[in-house]
Each structure stands twice: as structure tokens, then as C-alpha cells.
């Protein structure tokens, strides 16, 4: 077969040098290493999922239930290093920007194909590491996914392996990040101005800079634990003569970016969304654009309001609570320019959309709750409670993880060729919505009556709120779990879809094959009009028309 017949191949059924599963773990093409991140991460997000709801099973009542408090502690830790270094960080980017960032800016691949496959590798590597601390002397890590010093130098458990894992994990962010920034640099389509560039590649652009600046300060943060750990050199720990808040310190001037890292991606899927199923011109492109340097800038620079009680001076903490108002400017730009698009449009109230809203509402109580910790005064009430879970849960996973559904739900034909059960996917869509604000609104109540995080046990005047969360998780889970399900049968079983643009968008990936071809074009595209330009009514009547 010739070269130019493997381009018109679909990216699904093209034999390169390998056959079989080789012809996939091998492989350099972008859409191939996307699909693997995929399923890499549902496995892990799925034990994430488990060890949550174990969590809220021993809470459900005071005193032991299922588990004892080592036990407990140990499944905490594996559920916030699972979630955050291997679902909610990764997630869009390697999945999704992975899968269409070349496509959108019309390139045939990412800059460096060889790059991209050995940060799947390292993220499984990183992955297994982390599980396979279960299984060995002295159990998983206890610390929490924080590390926090001096415990995490003291405890007997298996720590250093959690910390090599998130070290390995981050060097795949690290070369996620440097391959996206080149790819948009270097690769764009002829034509493909800055400005005319799909808003979601301005959230992973984005995202790609706070990879490649942030995240080494975390990796030699963790290797300084773990060197502390061996040679007792009295880095952090004051009984050595260290300086825990210094840990404090970088921990954090990673791990707030990292929050933007996660919920960039997300705001670029919603700005890609809206403008399709409201049939209208997305209100005010260049300040979405523009919001989402300033959240990575801006976002880059509040670190300390998570440190508020560790100490600081009266001039520190003024300056970092006004900073952290200033970080909501932009987010809440992109939240009224996604609120005036829908304004008057012609909506079409499919399952991707509805993940969208149910993203808006949740983010914007995260996004509410977290300016009430710049507050000072909140900040000292609140801090290390409920009320700092509910505020993380909803701007993660009420924000990032329905981010990544409605991802999951608009791209699903175009990436597999086969379209879900849209009724099934509807009422799913309504069992996860309820169970997670059944599950985390709870814990702004008990939180801001004084509920401690973390605890393992609790006052019996806490129990109500804990029992109306653990059904809401009992709620949640399910459904979470249903979804995979229907989507995993779909991906085999669904309903064979080639039309190009089965939902009316604009952007190139909708101007391609279902699914895409090999190397994406049999010719690289000529861009002209900025994206999501729905200029008449006559395309509104055509495509529904054509529904």
C-alpha cells in the first residue's frame, strides 16, 4: 500500500509496522496515544472512584465501620495520588489535546510523535508504581497526596514509592507540555493566526506553560523528601534543623498551578461546546482567549493563601488574598461570555451541553467559595475542614471531571465512529449531576460548623451531613460507573456514524473523516475565518433540518 493510501486509512484500521496490540503501544500517531491515555485512565479512575467510596462507607457512621484508621488513611492517600496525578491532571490534555490539538490547528501530528509515547509510558509506569505500593512491606504511603513534612519523612510506610511515582508522573507532564507548546508554535495551518486559533487550543497552550514552568519545582521538591527520607539531612525536618513551611512553600507554588492546569483544559471544552449546541458566535473570543493566559499567570502567582495559618507576615497575607481576588477576574469573564452566548441562541439540549451547565453551576460555586478563602478571616475558620473539600471537589470534579465528561460525550463519534445511546447517556447524566451535589454540598455545612478534614472519625453532631453524602456517593458512583459501561459498549457496539459533522460544528475536526484518517488531511487546510462563526440563520434551519 502506498503512502498516500495510508493517509486515507482511518487512524482505527491503519497497519503501519506492527500488527495487533504492537500496532498500538507502539504507536507514534497522536489519535492512537490519545485512545491509550484513555483507557489508562479510566482503569485508574475507576480505583480512584473505589477507594473514594470506601472512604465515605467508614464515615457514614462514628468509630470504626469497615475500617481501622491506618487502613483509612492509607486509601485517603492512594485516592488523592490517583485523582490528582492520574486522572484530574492529565486528563484533557493527554485524552483530548492529545487526540485533537493537532487536528484543530490542522497539522498531521504532534511535533514529537517519539515524545508523546514515552509520556504514556512514564504516566502507566508512574500509575502502577503508586498501586503497587499496596502490595508491598509496610503498606501504602499514610501522609496523604500532600506529603506533608515531618510525617512524611518519620512514617514507616512505603512513602517513597508514592513519591517516585508522582516524580515519574511528572515528567510526562513535563513532556506533554513542551510537545503541545511546539506543536502550536511551529505546526499551525497555513492562514491559522493566533486569533483564529479554536479557544481550546488557547486552554491547553496555556496549560502546556504552567506544565513545563511548575511542575519541576514539585519533582525535586518530592526527590528532596525522599532524600531526606535516606540520609536524615535536615531539609524540612525540624528536628533536624529544616523548615516544614519551606516544604509548604514549594509544594504549593507547584500544586496551585496545578489546580489551572486541571481546569483550563476543561474551560477551553466548554468554550468549543457552547458556541455548537447554542448555534451562535461565541460572545467576546479574544477575552476568553486572553483569560486564559492571565488565570496561568495569575494563577501561577497565589500559592500562599493555602499557607494563611502556617505563619507569614501581616504584608504577605494581604498581598496573596488580593491576588487570589484577582485570579477570579478572569475566570469570571469566561463564565459571563459563556452565559451571553447561550443568551438567545437556538439551543440544542444535547447530552454534551448538558455536562457543560452542569460545569458552569458547579464551577461557579467552587470559584464563589474559593474567593471566600482570600478572605482572610474565612480562610482562618474554615481552613483544614469540610468545607476546603466540598470548595476542591467542585472546582475538580464538579468543574475538571464534567468538564472531562462533556469532552468524552462530543467527541465520542468523531474519535471512535460510533455514536452512544443519547437516552441512556441523558438519565446517566442526571444520576451524576445529583449524586455529586448530594455527596460534597453536605461538607460546606458540616465544614463550616467546624468538621475537620481527613479525620477518621468525628463528633456524633456531624454524622447527618455524613450520611447525606455517602448516599449521594452511593448515587454518584453508580452512574459514574454506567457510563463507562454504555460508552465502552458504544466504542464496539454503537451505531456506525460516517457522517463528518454529526453535531454542526465549525472547527476542523468536523471537517474531516468519522473517524479521522491517518495523519488527519490528505491535505493540510487553508484557514481563512476564525472559528465558531455561525453567520445566518440559514445554517441553524439547515442542520436542523438535517437532524
Known sequence: MSNQNHNEVSYLEYQGKYKGILSWILSTDHKRIGILYLISLMIFLIVGITFGLLMRLELLTPGKTIMDPQTYNAIFTLHGVIMIFLFVVPGLPAVFGNFFLPILIGAKDVAFPKWNLTSWYLYVIGGLLAIISILLPGGPSDTGWTFYIPYSVRTGTNVTFALFAAFILGFSSILTGLNFITTVHRLRAPGMTWFKMPLSIWSFYSTAWIQILATPIIGITLLLVAFERFFKVGLFDPALGGDP????????????????????????????????????????????????????????????????????????????????????????????????????????????????????????????????????????????????????????????????????????????????????????????????????????????????????????????????????????????????????????????????????????????????????????PAVTEKPYEYKSNDLITQFSEAK
Open 245 to 524: 513551611v519551606l516544604y509548604q512553600h514549594l509544594f504549593w507554588i507547584y500544586s496551585h498551578p496545578a489546580v489551572y492546569i486541571m481546569i483550563l483544559p476543561a474551560m477551553g471544552v466548554v468554550s468549543e461546546i457552547i458556541p455548537v449546541f447554542a448555534r451562535r458566535t461565541i460572545f467576546g473570543y479574544n477575552f476568553i482567549a486572553m483569560s486564559s493566559v492571565a488565570i496561568a499567570l495569575f494563577g501561577s502567582l497565589v500559592w500562599a493563601h493555602h499557607m494563611f495559618t502556617a505563619g507569614m507576615s501581616n504584608t504577605s497575607q494581604l498581598i496573596f488574598s488580593l491576588l487570589t481576588m484577582i485570579v477570579a477576574i478572569p475566570s469570571a469573564i469566561k463564565v459571563f461570555n459563556w452565559v451571553a452566548t447561550l443568551y438567545k441562541g437556538s439551543i440544542d439540549l444535547q447530552v454534551p451541553l448538558l455536562y457543560v451547565l452542569a460545569f458552569i453551576f458547579q464551577f461557579t460555586i467552587g470559584g464563589l467559595t474559593g474567593v471566600m478563602q482570600g478572605v482572610l478571616s474565612i480562610d482562618i475558620h474554615v481552613h483544614d475542614t469540610s468545607f476546603i473539600v466540598a470548595h476542591f471537589h467542585y472546582v475538580m470534579f464538579g468543574g475538571t471531571g464534567f468538564g472531562f465528561f462533556a469532552a468524552l460525550h462530543y467527541w465520542f463519534p468523531k474519535m471512535f465512529g460510533r455514536m452512544y445511546n443519547k437516552k441512556l447517556a441523558e438519565r446517566t447524566f442526571w444520576g451524576v449531576f445529583v449524586g455529586f451535589n448530594v455527596l460534597y454540598f453536605p461538607m460546606f455545612i458540616m465544614g463550616w460548623l467546624g468538621m475537620p478534614r481527613r479525620y477518621y472519625d468525628y463528633l456524633a453532631e456531624y454524622q447527618i451531613y455524613h450520611v447525606i453524602s455517602t448516599i449521594g456517593s452511593w448515587i454518584l458512583v453508580p452512574s459514574v460507573f454506567l457510563m463507562f459501561g454504555y460508552l465502552v459498549y458504544s466504542a464496539f457496539k454503537g451505531v456506525v456514524v460516517t457522517e463528518k459533522n454529526i453535531w454542526g460544528g465549525e472547527t476542523l475536526e468536523w471537517q474531516i473523516d468519522t473517524p479521522p484518517i491517518h495523519e488527519n488531511f490528505t491535505e493540510i
